[in-house]
Every structure is written in structure tokens, then in C-alpha cells.
């Protein structure tokens, strides 16, 4: 039995999917040449005012409605107060003690759910890149919009943390709040982690771990420092309250500084920004355009369409997948087999091209009219995918792309006797192997067959008429 019981709260910044910075008209796109998309409102200099970004106000109830959240119809910007590098101005403007909502949930798997304790909104720092030559700054992230989300205490082990950010993340791009890219920033982590005796309610002293880019790396970090204070507590050591660097090369946590409280801050209320109200018509407004989350997206397709489970959580991993798959259903495409050519076609060629779906180049009524022609039998697997390869490439019906292609189906017996002899001639072992009663022997002789018609033989036909044959050659 474990003599202690682990303690876990994660506190996620998400930048929400804006045109512009929170407070300045600077573009909200971090990447680029270094302090090219900075405005003088990012850098507080003298006689500058924010001015609040209302998408990213919008982009933040619905946020709180997508996590059942309550939103507060005031809150209040606040400065919190902090000198290093990456802040122009001195202070970053966040939320405190009147947040935009409070409350909600996120979903852990199995019917749990880790409760959340707030949402604000707050601006972005700026980048630091530390090097031999010394720390460079780019500050085209400072004044980013960022919504924080805090959870609570909740999550019991490295495993949960992993499965509420994957939940969350889910949850953030099917209401279109953010692309939750972690790689690229737009989604970021910071995990307290702490041990308390098994059996207690008194919770122990917590580390803040940072630097964690993935959700691979949150369950890695979280693992490493819970065997790590189970090290300290059992030797009798005390944990110290810091902040910590995760490095996942050496696979290792190391201290970076002593945790702040929020009296170090000296957070006050911004005099700059007046209270944020949010009315009713807002909040209906984003509840309407929040749309369908993919838990309640899941059922529907388990219950509608009758999918297996691969399907219905590949196809309600992204929004855009889903979308696509549907608008290939209401183009008449049976549900299994459009489920079939999402996931294993029409996904890998998209990344392939390196276009997001709403760019792809066969649009879903193109690729019914393609699939159609699958049902009817003018074309087989092997072509239809072709014929697949051929229209991602040229804007052409597929029809028109068939006949170029010379990919009819070949389905006329006279045609495919000969074929069928002549695989016989060229493997007779495999033919003898059938006639023993070893029926997968017989891939070998269709295959043979198919090579020669490059895919067109209809496959069912070639099976019967392989079997004739063989048949008709008697014991052996």
C-alpha cells in the first residue's frame, strides 16, 4: 500500500484564436522575424491606454460555456506586478479576485470530472532565449490574449493530468477557442504537484513544475517528481515550496526559484480599464456558436450511425473531422464506409499535402460522386483509390478521371478466363495447395490475376472463376 496519496492541480494558459493582441491592434501571431509584432501599448510606453480585444472577451464566455462554467456578468482587470525581462510595462494585466468565470468541470474519463476553480482572462509575457552570448528578448508574444484555466486539487496520479488536458484540449478546439497547440505555445501548462500522507485531508506543500510542452511530457514530469518527493517524505526529508524546470533530456525536474505567493505580486485594479460586463445577449450569442462538444457528438454517433469505437473517437478527435464526415453522409455515402474513407483516406492525404480540411482539394460531394461509383461497381478498391490519388491532384469529375485513368472495372468472364489460366500455369503449387484444402493459397493466384489488370478485375468475380478452374482440374 502507498504510504501517500498524490495531490495534483494544473493551471493552463489557452490563447485564444484572435486577430489581435488583448489590449493593442498588434498581431496575435507569436511566430516571425523577433519584435516585429509589437504595438506601444505592449510596451507601456508613456500615454498609451488598453483598449480590451471584444473577440477575445467573446472567446472567453464561450470558453466558461463549453466547461460549464459560470460566468460573472462584472469582473475587473487587475495588474500584477513583477519585473523581469519579458515585461515591458512592469506588471501584466490579468484577472484576480473578480474573474470572468468561476467553477466548471473537465472531464477525466469514466464519468469523472476534475472541478475547476476559475477562468480569467489576462495578456501574455514576452520570450526569453538564453544562450552563451547572453538572454535575447522577443516580445511579439507579450499582450497575447490568454485565457487561464485553474483547476482544482482533484487529480490523483500523472495519469489524470494527462487525460484532463487531453479532455480540455478536445473540448477548446471543437468550441473554435483556440488551436491548443502545444508545440507552438498556444496551449501551456503549469502542474502543482504534492504528497500527503495516505488516509489525510491535509494537503502537503506543492511544487510548481514548468517547461512542459506536451502531454507525453506532463505525465513524464509529474511521474519523475512524484517518485521523487515519495524519495524525500520516506527518508524523512521536508519538501520545499518552488518552482521547478522540468528537463525532459535528462528526464529529471531541477529547482528554478522559490514559490511566489499572491501578495508578492501586489496585484490592485488596473486604473486603466473600467469593469468588464458581460450582458445576456453575449452569453447566448457564444452558446449558440459553442455548437455540438464532442462527448454529446460521440453519442450521436454510436446511436445514429452505429460506428465502432476506433470511429467514433477518430472522428471526434477534431471538429473539421466530424464535419467532414458528416457532410459526406449527407451526401448520400453509407456511414461505415464514409467513417472508412475519412479516417484512412482522406486524413492521411491531408496531412500528406500539408492543407488544413476545409482546403483539401476534394471536396466531400466530389468524393461521394467517387464512392458511387465504388457502390455501383464500375470501380474496385484498388481503382476507386487510385482514381482518389488522381483528384486530390486534378479538379476533374470522377467520372471524367475514371476514363482517363482507363480504370473501368473489368467484370466480363470471357475477358478474365485467360488471366485466370495463366495464373494457374504460373503457380501451380498454389493451385494444388487449394485443392489440399488450404483456401490461403488462393490470395496468391488472385493476386496474380489483379496485378495483371492493375487493380480492375472485379475481385469477387476472379474468386469464382479461380475456383471453377481448379475445380475442374480434378483430384490430385
Not at 494558459?13 to 493593442?24: N, P
Not at 505592449?42 to 471584444?54: E, I, K, Q, S, T
Not at 449558440?288 to 454510436?302: D, F, I, M, S, T
Request: with cysteine.
Amino acid at each position: 500500500m502507498n504510504a501517500f496519496t498524490t495531490v495534483i492541480g494544473l493551471e493552463v494558459h489557452v490563447q485564444l484564436a484572435t486577430q489581435s493582441k488583448l489590449f493593442s491592434p498588434a498581431p496575435a501571431a507569436a511566430l516571425g522575424e523577433p519584435n516585429s509584432r509589437v504595438h506601444a501599448i505592449d510596451l507601456g510606453l508613456p500615454g498609451v491606454l488598453p483598449r480590451p480585444n471584444a473577440t477575445a472577451i467573446e472567446l472567453a464566455v464561450r470558453t466558461a460555456l463549453a466547461l460549464d462554467g459560470q460566468i460573472q456578468p462584472v469582473s475587473r482587470f487587475a495588474r500584477k506586478n513583477y519585473f523581469y525581462p519579458d515585461l515591458p510595462k512592469g506588471y501584466q494585466i490579468s484577472q484576480f479576485e473578480e474573474p470572468i468565470c468561476r467553477g466548471g468541470a473537465v472531464p477525466i474519463g469514466d464519468g469523472r470530472s476534475c472541478r475547476l476553480q476559475r477562468i480569467h482572462l489576462e495578456e501574455d509575457a514576452g520570450k526569453l532565449t538564453h544562450s552563451d552570448a547572453g538572454t535575447l528578448v522577443d516580445l511579439n508574444r507579450a499582450g497575447m490574449p490568454l485565457v487561464e484555466i485553474v483547476g482544482e486539487p482533484d487529480l490523483r496520479s500523472p495519469a489524470e493530468a494527462h487525460a484532463f488536458l487531453h479532455h480540455l484540449r478536445e473540448i477548446l478546439r471543437h468550441a473554435g477557442v483556440s488551436d491548443c497547440d502545444l508545440e507552438l505555445g498556444s496551449m501551456r501548462c503549469d502542474a502543482n504537484i504534492s504528497l500527503m500522507p495516505a488516509g489525510s485531508t491535509q494537503l502537503g506543500t506543492k511544487v510548481e513544475l514548468k517547461n512542459l510542452n506536451s502531454l507525453k511530457m506532463v505525465q513524464r514530469a509529474l511521474e519523475y517528481e512524484e517518485r521523487r518527493q515519495t524519495a524525500v517524505l520516506a527518508a524523512g526529508g521536508r519538501i520545499a515550496a518552488e518552482t521547478r524546470g522540468w528537463n525532459d533530456e535528462a528526464g529529471e525536474s531541477r529547482p528554478q526559484r522559490s514559490k511566489e505567493n499572491a501578495p508578492d505580486y501586489r496585484y490592485f485594479p488596473d486604473p486603466d480599464l473600467p469593469p468588464l460586463v458581460v450582458d445576456e445577449a453575449t452569453i447566448e450569442r457564444q452558446r449558440q456558436l459553442l455548437g455540438e462538444l464532442p462527448e454529446r457528438r460521440r453519442a450521436r454517433y454510436r446511436g445514429r450511425f452505429a460506428l465502432p469505437e476506433h470511429d467514433v473517437v477518430a472522428l471526434t478527435q477534431d471538429r473539421a473531422v466530424g464535419d467532414w464526415f458528416e457532410a459526406l453522409v449527407a451526401a448520400g455515402v453509407d456511414a461505415k464506409t464514409a467513417s472508412n474513407w475519412t479516417i484512412g483516406e482522406v486524413l492521411p492525404a491531408q496531412r500528406d499535402l500539408g492543407v488544413a480540411l476545409a482546403d483539401f482539394p476534394l471536396p466531400p460531394p466530389q468524393l461521394a460522386e467517387l464512392l458511387a461509383l465504388l457502390a455501383d461497381g464500375t470501380l474496385t478498391q484498388v481503382t476507386a483509390r487510385k482514381v482518389f490519388r488522381h483528384l486530390c491532384t486534378h479538379r476533374v469529375p470522377a467520372r471524367v478521371a475514371v476514363r482517363e485513368l482507363g480504370l473501368a472495372r473489368l467484370d466480363d468472364p470471357a475477358a478474365l478466363q485467360p488471366l485466370v489460366a495463366a495464373a494457374l500455369a504460373a503457380l501451380p503449387e498454389a493451385a494444388a495447395a487449394v485443392q489440399a484444402g488450404k483456401e490461403r493459397a488462393l490470395d496468391a493466384l488472385k493476386g496474380h490475376v489483379m496485378r495483371q489488370t492493375k487493380g480492375r478485375a472485379d475481385p469477387d468475380l476472379v474468386d469464382r472463376l479461380l475456383r471453377a478452374a481448379i475445380a475442374a482440374l480434378g483430384p490430385r
